[in-house]
């Protein structure tokens, strides 16, 4: 189970030891966590900022624990997850989220985008509460590319953290 850079990097290790490859873990391991570690260096940690990551499909949407690999990435930058496993936000519940009043909310679709997009609208968009979040007010309702997001990004996790940096320094 993959669920944050040190997994796949460890995982890594392990194959590229079996097959004698140990530049392959070098080039895909040691230099993209060279990289990582650089990334997360450029945003300051301010443990006060929060944020909510969603997951939307045509059919479902659901809130993203702090198990999901993605939630690692945001986590790594000192965010603090609304929906952590420790938190009650279990299910999607509007007055729960407007309550906690995340900072951020990151969005990644599954399935066909725009099928999944007319879902969170339906859903999200369209409940007047959910504009009064800052997330919302301030611009920081952000759409995840699925390549870093909804699948493991493996050998790009960098380009992941990067994407994450991008976002907090405009913001």
């Given at each position: 189970?993959?669920?944050?850079?040190?997994?796949?990097?460890s995982c890594?290790?392990?194959?590229?030891?079996?097959?004698?490859r140990e530049?392959?873990?070098?080039?895909?391991?040691?230099?993209?966590?060279?990289?990582?570690?650089?990334?997360?260096?450029?945003?300051?940690?301010?443990?006060?900022?929060?944020?909510?990551?969603?997951?939307?499909?045509?059919?479902?949407?659901?809130?993203?624990?702090?198990?999901?690999?993605?939630?690692?990435?945001?986590?790594?930058?000192?965010?603090?997850?609304?929906?952590?496993?420790?938190?009650?936000?279990?299910?999607?519940?509007?007055?729960?989220?407007?309550?906690?009043?995340?900072?951020?909310?990151?969005?990644?679709?599954?399935?066909?985008?725009?099928?999944?997009?007319?879902?969170?609208?339906?859903?999200?968009?369209?409940n007047e509460?959910?504009?009064?979040?800052?997330?919302?007010?301030?611009?920081?309702?952000?759409?995840?590319?699925?390549?870093?997001?909804?699948?493991?990004?493996?050998?790009?996790?960098?380009?992941?953290?990067?994407?994450?940096?991008?976002?907090?320094?405009?913001?």
């Open positions: 189970e993959i669920d944050s850079f040190e997994d796949y990097k890594m290790k392990e194959l590229t030891t079996l097959t004698g530049d392959l873990y070098e080039q895909n391991a040691v230099q993209v966590g060279e990289r990582i570690e650089a990334i997360k260096a450029e945003v300051t940690n301010d443990d006060t900022r929060t944020f909510l990551a969603l997951r939307v499909s045509a059919t479902k949407n659901k809130v993203l624990k702090d198990d999901y690999f993605a939630c690692e990435i945001f986590r790594d930058f000192g965010l603090r997850n609304i929906a952590g496993d420790d938190s009650r936000i279990d299910e999607l519940n509007i007055e729960a989220i407007v309550a906690a009043n995340p900072d951020y909310i990151f969005i990644s679709p599954q399935g066909k985008e725009s099928e999944a997009m007319e879902s969170y609208k339906t859903q999200f968009e369209s509460v959910w504009s009064s979040l800052d997330a919302v007010n301030r611009g920081r309702l952000y759409t995840m590319p699925k390549d870093y997001f909804q699948y493991k990004p493996n050998a790009q996790w960098d380009l992941a953290y990067e994407y994450v940096r991008d976002l907090l320094k405009e913001s």
